[in-house]
């Protein structure tokens, strides 16, 4: 390929330009061979309006300038990607994306070079993090956690320990890159435990901000040191500790600043604090008042506050465990430099320097030290000079003074910088060992200014050893890929700076003349250049000076070549500090100060030369206690340089790079202004040069740079091949083949093993080459269509002219008809008229004679009917009055007659009477009386023999009998105390008749009050006869205002629902927010509730072993003991059979019969009582009127108030039983025992009848006495029973002292005797209760159909109604409750008893096993209905409602609550039993609602169903647990289904290319690897698992509901990691890829529409991908377009839309980038229309909707459920 194929007309090269270092121009001509000058049009700038022709001559050389890339390679991700690659490539690469992109982040190889933005960035966040995690370095955009993901993964997998090593400039952002760098580890590489490791790493930043950052001219916030922070992983590859490494502390910043610069941020920190009453002590004051921080006349930083900067360095110091003690040191050391600055040294006369002792500032200083201020001052002026034989205090000069002041302050900041460093590193050690590590090093980039001193070259020597490594590194990389494929190379030629670094560190080199130097008694600086000149300035090419100046010399660093003042390195590399003056230091009164400084040598101060040799002068240590000179040995040593010291250092770091995989970033400054997004190319390019990065690119431009697949090479440039150059299934040789025609030349590329190797512009060449092709083929395709559109128009014109011919000929025909039809119509019409008139006239005359005919007739019917109704009224009033005398005269004929007949009768009696009386004075009367004697008398005689021997069998009996009497004295005894509180309770029922006789007198006064009412009533009555009138006048009034007001009336309601509609939307996203928090408490409490249960199994499993221990050590002790139970049972199991004997012979038969009798009877006398008040009610409230709802109140009341009575009578049989088994109890059950008052009832309160609907003072009156004599009488029973207690304990206190045996035994058998007695007890009880009952009863029967036959109807409901209470009847089992649990309240019982499951209680525990724990979602339950354990539990629930025990209904419901937990926790990482218990936890919520009796809830169930509604027991309070069960269980099955998708949703959404033939730029472009794992997931693949998820759902019965909220999270799931990735992946950014991603979304809609889920909820969570799919398709050029795209995508906040806009790249020629015009455009109309900015870029993935659980009724009856056969469980469970 020649040079004139490439250099053709319009070609488009970069030209040399001093203000942008390379333009842009196009060729006017192609380059021709042997041109000596190419015609070019240079491209306007923004500043100029037209286009610059100029001649470029290439002179001898002929170098043509370098070519530019493609615009489809503008923008790469990775500067070596680019064809060309050249330096105004790199240049404008880097400047597209900065400024047109705001990229800041850019590969260039294995290097990532960061621009700093000076901007604020929101791609920092914790949702970057998670999205660059686990990914490969190159699938997403370039980013500094992509470095750090890169590292930590080759760490992981390789085991090898890794290094990040940041450089640049002052200001380019090395410090916050190495600060995210170590968060993402932080955050990565937590631990999960509570040693706050990770946070400790963080904390570290704050502190080593403040006292080794300053502010500069370039930046705010510069490092002023380098440092490499070992971050340490275990094999778990958790952070465990870290370890931080200091190099080179600028301390000449402590004492001088430059123009606008500051000192250290410590300083200005602790000035800012100085009126806290904490640092009063220290004597403080502005930092414009101190020398040492005034300097640079810069006291603060714009936008940062130094008070809550250093309550932020407390914070860090206190979290990294530095003691307050410790803190108090450095302030003190601080607070002492400051003031050390202001100390006033004075000049004498002389010459010599002066300081008072009396000073402030020295005093101050010296107090804070811990020093006498007088030998401070006298040093501070002063030196000593030691020789051989003799000791010389000398003084100094003001100058000499000063900088002995000086050095000493940067002494003092030197060391207490290194103490806070190792006290920051002890904080971050760790006993741990150390399985790994990253290291990160933030060091100075390569410097150079005006005037370079020491600290530059050290800086400017390390970067050298730096760049050295990376070449290395980067020429190991480049050779091994080479090698891997398996391709022919040559070596690679690169730059190599090892002489210049032997110029530097080699023997009789920069550092080993200057440290030779400064050994010499007289060395200076001159002497020192002198020494290089000879040595270096003919045998280095590297090394060079001015002609001119001996002053400074030259060093050719790889970056530029630098100039260095000689002034200060000797004195800088000796860094001297009088030792004099350490030594007042090391004699602090503060042991911490004093032992800061001992950690100095004692050789540090004065040099003693004791000779000169060829390594320089040695050193003698000498005596402080003496001024003479001591004799003996002396002891020689060699001190370290500053320059010996970064060396050694510098090399220690050398060795750590290389044995770890190095990782680079390079920091770059794009302006000295501080502006955002700013590019400077003339600043841009020196840096690219000093760090490394254009010799990468160099690097990879002298190999072969572009490396594409070749199953990528095929599908981009498909369209330059032939049918006969394609080989199936052989993607190499096809590849061969088509490159053989299109690039002869076989040096220009190299194919591989899996990829193609081509040299730097043949990417470009064949780019070209397809554009060329494709141009082409448009011009053929328009060409064309263009034919077609001429044809159709032709085709279209003539079918247009024949249609106009025949709608014109047929609107003639139409108006020729048209006339006929009109003439003919007015003829018809005429006649119509003429016959309506002639009928009007003739109804007319009709209708009058009607209406007079009616009239007539009306007034004489009314005539006729008043005359024949006086007729009927004369008749009845004679029918009345005749039949009212027949009826008197009947009445005394009557009567008359029936005193006849008593005459009559009497008369019959006496003579019958006279008549019996002779006949019984007759003899046969007396033969009749005595037949039959004689046989009756013989009869007794008989029965008189048998008697006897009865009453011989009897008396056997009797002495049986007494023996068994001996045996019941107990019994006997409480039986006295039973009739005692008999008694007790005959008082109490008299209280109550006393109490419904009082109540009897309150009928008169509601009579009275009756009426009065009454006589009210007829006032209101005329009153409301007047006001009729008025109302009528007022309806017309009424009738004109409401027609008024509907039209306003419209209107507002129009206005209200608008605002309505506001407000609904505005409380469902409160609500939404709301769920949101609850389900996150919800999930706070599940993760607190499985650390709750795992602590009690434990201790459950330590009882465990505690109770087998403590067994195994009792058996023996109480061996004794089991014998004597054995025989007292013996004995017990006897005296049951005995008394069960003798009460079998008592009562058995009769007992059971009257028993049944009198139950029979009771429920008779209820229903009859029942029947008579609802009849008493129904005829009072008839015959009250308005005053029934008054009365039926109080029926209500009654109601109540006699059930309270009936709960009160049972409670007082079970009070009578609980007496009975008193005696037995221990005394800790007597103890625990309820209050007399709880067992009456916690409800006997005023509140529990609602008497405000009575509205009578007197009866609520009547009724507080009631209740406060019901308390009365619940005192003195309470009295009564510790009474009772007392003496009970005395009665065991007696018989512990008396009793000779065992006090436990001693009780067990009073338990089993008073046990046995409190059964036979309670029987008699029983049928005694009964039996008062029932007559209690019949007594109210007869009292109330009395009162109703005399029509005192409301005076007996009301005694009745006062003489009843409704007590609530709390468990025994209440005061010993689970705390937390839900209250359990009871319900009035309901009959039916049908569709329950009976179970034993103590069983639930093996219940719930079988049912929760050991159902086996898959298999088992397949074949059975949905929802069938919800339903199972439902009806075990039901039967312990039914049994009326709440202890039994909580150990179910506990026992359900626990289960279900129990298989989260157990599966919680399993869908199919998180799916399974999700939709049987919401059945059985549903079913608690349906059946619990609400109204509500039972609208749609069956009259079957309402039957089975819970009988006793509410349980409300349970249904939020079993809510908050569900909602686990949910965001866990949301968890589980995310999980399984997540790895799918990228390749699917958006790698994979569902629609043939749209090629975007494949991935090679960016010359990296495709993430994909060897699976190529489609969207198939994803919709087939989305079905399996949903075909699962419903065969488990889930709802619709549910399964619509499940779905709409996934699909937000799907959205948000579809457009996380879109808008970090610049390839994704294109008009074909857009289509993909639209028809993959609309694949998903297809399969929300076949599950009928494509409701709004769903199908709005997928508008974000719709939005940035248009936006990517979209025109982008008017304002029009902008207009259209701000109102278009609603669902992208405006940040997601500008970076959109950013990242389109072109893929193909004909498409156009974005412009940065346009893009300001769209921001500036966003800005103006969404006035709540979204500052987020990416989706939150982790946000969760909240769910609700809407009502379903279940349509199934419980007696229709049936437990399958495969449960196994009818041993513990059968249906009733």
């Given at each position: ?6 250099y ?12 942008l ?10 380059y ?10 240079v ?51 880097l400047q ?33 993090i ?5 990914r490969?370095?190159?699938e ?5 956690f ?12 390789d ?19 190495a ?34 950052n ?15 922070i070992?971050i340490?992983?275990n ?28 000192n ?13 009453p ?29 008070e809550?900067e ?12 530095v003691?307050s ?22 000049e ?6 002066h ?35 003799e ?16 050095a ?49 070259f ?6 050298e050893?730096l ?18 494929e ?29 440290n ?18 000879a ?30 003042e000689i ?58 206690a ?18 010996n ?20 970033v390079r ?10 997004f ?5 600043r841009?390019?020196?840096q ?5 990065v ?14 594409w ?8 440039y ?13 993607p190499?040789?096809t ?14 590329y ?8 081509f ?19 448009a ?15 032709y ?35 005429q ?15 009709l ?22 109704l006086v ?16 009826r ?6 009557m009567?008359?007659m ?16 006279k008549?019996?009386?002779?006949e ?99 006032d209101?009555?005329?009153?409301i ?12 009034r ?17 206005s ?19 769920r ?10 599940n ?44 004995e ?13 012979g ?11 009798q ?6 008779t ?9 609802k ?30 009575l ?9 009070l ?6 008193q005696?037995g ?19 006997n ?20 006495k ?14 009564e ?6 003496e ?16 436990t035994?001693?009780?067990?058998i ?10 036979n ?12 009952m ?36 709390p ?13 359990l ?21 093996k219940v ?19 929802g ?12 312990a ?6 202890k ?6 506990q ?11 157990k ?47 509410d ?6 647990v ?24 990228v ?15 494949p ?23 989305l ?27 799907i ?5 996380n990735n ?9 008009w074909s ?39 990517l ?43 940065v ?20 870029l ?39």
């Amino acid at each position: 390929m020649k040079l004139t194929d490439i250099y053709t007309k319009e070609t488009k090269v970069w030209v040399p330009d001093d203000a942008l270092v390379w333009r842009s121009a196009s060729l006017v001509d192609g380059y021709k061979d042997n041109d000596d000058v190419i015609k070019i049009i240079v491209e306007a700038i923004e500043d100029e309006q037209e286009e610059e022709v100029r001649v470029l001559k290439l002179g001898r050389s002929k170098e043509l300038p370098p070519l530019r890339n493609p615009d489809i390679l503008v923008g790469e991700n990775d500067l070596t990607s680019l064809s060309y690659l050249h330096e105004p490539a790199v240049l404008y690469n880097l400047q597209t994306r900065f400024v047109e992109r705001n990229a800041i982040y850019t590969y260039c190889g294995i290097v990532l070079v960061a621009i700093n933005p000076y901007s604020e960035l929101s791609i920092y966040s914790n949702d970057f993090i998670q999205l660059y995690s686990g990914r490969n370095l190159g699938e997403m955009d370039p980013h500094i956690f992509a470095i750090a993901e890169e590292a930590f993964n080759q760490m992981s997998r390789d085991d090898k320990n890794q290094s990040i090593i940041v450089t640049g400039e002052s200001g380019a952002g090395k410090t916050v890159s190495a600060k995210y760098t170590m968060r993402y580890f932080a955050t990565v590489g937590g631990s999960g435990d509570e040693s706050t490791v990770e946070q400790k790493v963080l904390a570290s930043n704050p502190i080593m901000e403040a006292i080794g950052n300053a502010k500069t001219t370039r930046n705010d916030n510069s490092s002023r040191f380098g440092k490499y922070i070992q971050i340490g992983f275990n094999k778990r590859y958790h952070i465990i500790g870290a370890h931080m490494r200091t190099y080179l502390l600028e301390k000449s910043r402590v004492i001088s600043q430059g123009m606008d610069e500051r000192n250290y941020h410590i300083f200005y920190q602790l000035c800012a604090c100085a009126d806290l009453p904490q640092f009063k002590p220290l004597k403080l004051m502005s930092a414009r008042d101190f020398e040492y921080t005034r300097n640079g006349d810069c006291t603060e930083i714009e936008g940062v506050n130094d008070e809550n900067e250093f309550k932020e360095t407390i914070h860090a110091f206190t979290l990294l465990g530095v003691s307050s003690k410790h803190q108090s040191l450095v302030f003190r050391l601080l607070s002492a430099i400051l003031h050390m600055g202001n100390i006033d040294i004075e000049e004498n006369g002389n010459g010599n320097s002066h300081c008072s002792d009396n000073d402030e500032h020295l005093v101050t200083m010296c107090g804070l030290l811990g020093v006498e201020p007088k030998q401070m001052a006298q040093w501070l002026c002063h030196k000593k000079l030691t020789t051989m034989a003799e000791v010389l205090i000398t003084p100094l000069t003001h100058d000499q003074a000063l900088v002995s002041r000086d050095a000493l302050a940067k002494h003092m900041y030197s060391k207490l910088f290194d103490w806070i460093v190792r006290k920051v590193n002890a904080a971050l050690s760790t006993t741990a060992k150390q399985h790994s590590f990253v290291g990160v090093l933030d060091i100075y980039g390569f410097e150079t200014f005006e005037s370079n001193s020491f600290e530059q070259f050290c800086i400017n020597y390390a970067n050298e050893k730096l760049q050295q490594q990376f070449c290395q590194h980067v020429f190991k990389l480049e050779q091994e890929e080479y090698v891997r494929e398996e391709i022919e190379w040559k070596f690679i030629d690169y730059y190599d700076n090892q002489p210049c670094i032997a110029l530097i560190e080699n023997k009789l080199g920069i550092l080993d003349l200057l440290n030779d130097e400064c050994r010499m008694p007289k060395g200076n600086d001159q002497s020192w250049v002198d020494k290089l000149y000879a040595r270096h300035l003919k045998t280095s090419k590297h090394f060079d000076k001015i002609k001119i100046s001996n002053t400074s010399f030259f060093i050719t660093h790889f970056a530029d070549k630098v100039r260095y003042e000689i002034e200060g390195f000797l004195e800088k590399n000796k860094d001297t500090v009088q030792e004099e003056q350490l030594n007042i230091l090391k004699a602090s009164q503060f042991e911490l100060i004093g032992e800061l400084f001992a950690e100095e040598s004692l050789d540090r101060g004065v040099e003693v030369m004791a000779g000169v040799g060829k390594r320089g002068a040695t050193k003698v240590k000498l005596s402080h206690a003496s001024s003479k000179p001591t004799t003996g040995h002396k002891k020689k040593e060699t001190k370290k340089t500053v320059a010996n010291q970064f060396q050694e250092s510098l090399a220690q770091l050398m060795g750590i790079l290389n044995s770890t995989t190095p990782h680079y970033v390079r920091c770059i400054k794009p302006n000295d202004y501080k502006l955002s997004f700013t590019f400077e190319a003339k600043r841009a390019v020196q840096q690219l040069r000093a760090c490394g990065v254009l010799e990468t690119v160099r690097i990879s431009a002298a190999g072969y740079p572009s490396r594409w697949s070749y199953t990528e090479f095929i599908a981009r440039y498909r369209v330059l091949m032939t049918t006969k150059d394609i080989v199936k299934k052989d993607p190499r040789k096809t590849c061969e083949k088509v490159l053989k025609t299109l690039i002869p030349e076989e040096d220009k590329y190299q194919p591989g093993k899996n990829k193609i190797f081509f040299r730097a512009g043949q990417v470009a060449y064949l780019e070209k080459l397809r554009a060329n092709k494709l141009r082409a083929c448009a011009v053929i395709i328009q060409k064309n269509i263009r034919m077609w559109l001429q044809c159709k128009r032709y085709m279209k014109m003539k079918q247009s002219a024949i249609i106009v011919q025949r709608y014109v000929r047929g609107h003639q025909a139409r108006c020729l008809a048209s006339y006929l039809r009109r003439t003919k119509a007015a003829t018809i019409v005429q006649t119509r008229w003429r016959g309506y008139t002639a009928r009007a006239r003739y109804l007319q005359v009709l209708h009058a004679t009607v209406k007079v005919q009616a009239y007539t007739r009306g007034m004489l019917a009314r005539k006729m009917y008043l005359s024949m109704l006086v007729n009927a009224k004369a008749i009845i009033i004679q029918k009345h009055v005749r039949g009212w005398l027949e009826r008197l005269e009947f009445a005394r004929i009557m009567r008359l007659m029936v005193y006849l007949q008593c005459c009559v009768r009497r008369w019959l009696a006496k003579k019958q009477l006279k008549r019996l009386k002779i006949e019984a004075r007759s003899v046969s009367h007396f033969k009749k009386l005595n037949l039959g004697m004689e046989n009756k008398i013989m009869d007794l005689q008989r029965k008189i023999d048998v008697i006897t021997n009865e009453n011989r069998i009897l008396a056997t009996k009797t002495l049986k009998v007494e023996a068994l009497q001996l045996q019941l004295v107990d019994v006997e005894k409480n039986k006295v105390l039973v009739e005692k509180y008999r008694g007790k309770s005959d008082q109490l029922e008299h209280d109550l008749a006393h109490v419904r006789h009082m109540m009897e007198g309150s009928s008169h006064e509601l009579k009275l009050t009756k009426e009065s009412f009454e006589r009210e009533r007829d006032d209101k009555d005329k009153l409301i006869a007047e006001l009729h009138a008025e109302v009528l006048r007022l309806k017309t009034r009424n009738m004109e205002v409401l027609s008024e007001s509907a039209v306003k009336e419209n209107e507002i309601r129009e206005s209200c629902e608008s605002e309505a509609k506001v407000r609904l939307n505005e409380l469902q996203v409160a609500l939404d927010d709301e769920r949101a928090q609850h389900q996150s408490r919800i999930k706070d409490y599940n993760r607190i509730e499985q650390r709750y249960e795992n602590i009690k199994d434990e201790l459950e499993v330590t009882r465990a072993r505690g109770d087998e221990h403590e067994s195994s050590n009792g058996t023996l002790e109480h061996s004794e003991l089991l014998d004597r139970i054995e025989e007292l049972n013996h004995e017990k199991s006897e005296l049951e059979s005995r008394i069960a004997g003798k009460l079998n012979g008592e009562f058995e038969y009769e007992g059971q019969i009257k028993l049944r009798q009198a139950m029979e009877e009771n429920e008779t006398v209820k229903n009859e009582i029942s029947k008579l008040r609802k009849s008493i009610a129904n005829t009072a409230a008839e015959s009250m009127g308005e005053d029934s709802d008054v009365f039926k109140a109080m029926y209500e009341q009654m109601e109540a108030m006699q059930d309270e009575l009936d709960v009160r009578r049972s409670e007082v049989i079970q009070l009578k039983s609980f007496v009975a088994k008193q005696p037995g109890m221990s005394e800790t059950k007597t103890c625990s025992t309820m209050t007399g008052s709880e067992l009456l009832g916690s409800r006997n309160r005023m509140e529990d009848i609602n008497l405000d609907k009575l509205d009578k003072s007197d009866l609520k009156a009547v009724l507080i006495k009631v209740y406060d004599h019901n308390r009365m009488l619940e005192s003195e029973l309470e009295a009564e029973r510790k009474n009772h207690e007392i003496e009970i304990l005395d009665l065991r206190s007696a018989s512990k002292q008396n009793g000779g045996y065992d006090v436990t035994m001693e009780e067990n058998i009073q338990q089993e005797l008073s046990r046995l007695s409190s059964e036979n007890y309670n029987l008699l009880t029983k049928v005694e209760s009964l039996d008062k009952m029932n007559k209690k009863l019949k007594r109210q029967l007869k009292l109330y159909s009395r009162k109703l036959h005399d029509g005192s109807t409301r005076s007996s409901l009301i005694s009745s109604d006062s003489s009843l209470s409704v007590p609530s009847r709390p468990s025994e089992d209440d005061t010993g409750s689970i705390q937390g649990h839900p209250i359990l309240r009871h319900k009035e019982s309901t009959d039916g008893a049908l569709g329950m499951l009976q179970y034993k209680a103590g069983d639930e525990s093996k219940v719930i096993q079988t049912i929760i724990l050991d159902f086996k979602p898959r298999g088992v339950a397949v074949n059975m209905i949905p929802g069938l354990p919800a339903y199972l539990l439902f009806k075990l629930l039901r039967f312990a409602d039914y049994s009326n025990d709440d202890k039994m209904i909580k150990q179910l419901l506990q026992q359900i609550i626990n289960g279900i937990k129990r298989v989260e926790k157990k599966h919680d990482k399993e869908f199919e039993f998180m799916s399974f218990w999700l939709s049987n936890t919401c059945r059985f919520l549903h079913n608690m609602k349906q059946y619990s009796g609400e109204d509500e809830y039972m609208k749609e169930s069956t009259e079957h169903q309402r039957r089975h509604c819970l009988r006793n027991f509410d349980l409300a309070e349970y249904r939020p647990v079993f809510s908050d069960i569900a909602i686990s269980l949910f965001q866990k099955l949301i968890l589980n289904m995310v999980r399984s998708i997540k790895q799918m949703i990228v390749p699917a959404m958006l790698e994979h290319d569902t629609i043939q033939g749209l090629s975007s730029k494949p991935a090679g472009m960016r010359g990296r690897s495709m993430s994909k794992d060897g699976v190529d997931y489609t969207v198939e693949a994803l919709l087939k698992q989305l079905s399996s998820f949903h075909s699962m759902m419903i065969q488990h019965g889930t709802e619709q509901a549910i399964i619509r909220q499940i779905f709409r999270q996934i699909f937000y799931c799907i959205t948000s990691q579809t457009l996380n990735n879109q808008l970090v992946r610049k390839e994704l950014c294109n008009w074909s890829k857009a289509m993909q991603i639209r028809y993959n979304v609309s694949q998903l809609e297809e399969w929300l529409r076949k599950t009928n889920l494509s409701d709004g909820v769903v199908r709005d969570t997928l508008e974000p991908l719709v939005h940035a799919s248009q936006l990517l398709q979209v025109k982008k050029q008017s304002d029009s377009d902008a207009e259209e795209i701000c109102s278009m995508c609603t669902a992208l906040n405006p940040q997601q839309i500008v970076k959109l806009l950013q990242m389109i790249t072109p893929t193909n020629d004909y498409e156009e980038r974005v412009s940065v015009k346009f893009i300001k455009l769209v921001q500036s109309k966003l800005l103006v229309k969404r006035s709540t900015h979204d500052d987020s870029l990416l989706v939150d993935g982790s946000f969760m909707f909240g769910v609700t659980f809407p009502y379903s009724p279940s349509q199934l009856d419980l007696d229709q459920i049936v437990i399958p056969a495969d449960l196994r469980c009818s041993s513990l469970i059968k249906a009733v």
